[in-house]
């Protein structure tokens, strides 16, 4: 199993900045991809930015250019650097982690709030 623990969510303005965090623990062997999902109130999940190595990156189209996705593998650690933050950023945010062989563990979440 993988425990997954986000921290770093708040209310900030619009235009602010925000730093996630998601330690893993836990059988963290064989992980290769690690990224951030969130859902806002009424909507379905969505992919935020995902890591699948130290030098490959994937970001959904509304926050390229704001987020920057970041992993620490000898901490086990993935943060999400979230610049110019807009109340359409809004919603819990999800750390994720896939195994090689496609196995999914969830973090449980952490609230994002920008205010206008």
């Known amino acids: 199993q993988v425990q997954l623990v986000e921290s770093g969510g708040g209310l900030v303005q619009a235009g602010g900045s925000l730093r996630l965090s998601c330690a893993a623990s836990g059988i963290i062997v064989s992980i290769n991809t690690m990224g951030w999902y969130r859902q806002a109130p009424g909507k379905q999940r969505e992919l935020v930015a995902r890591?699948?190595?130290?030098?490959?990156?994937n970001y959904a189209d509304s926050v390229k250019g704001r987020f920057t996705i970041s992993r620490d593998n000898a901490k086990n650690t993935v943060y999400l650097q979230m610049n110019s933050l807009k109340p359409e950023d809004t919603a819990v945010y999800y750390c994720?982690?896939?195994?090689?062989?496609?196995?999914?563990?969830w973090g449980q979440g952490t609230q994002v709030t920008v205010s206008s």
């Open positions: 890591i699948p190595s130290a030098d490959r990156t």
């Open positions: 994720n982690a896939q195994k090689i062989n496609g196995a999914n563990y």
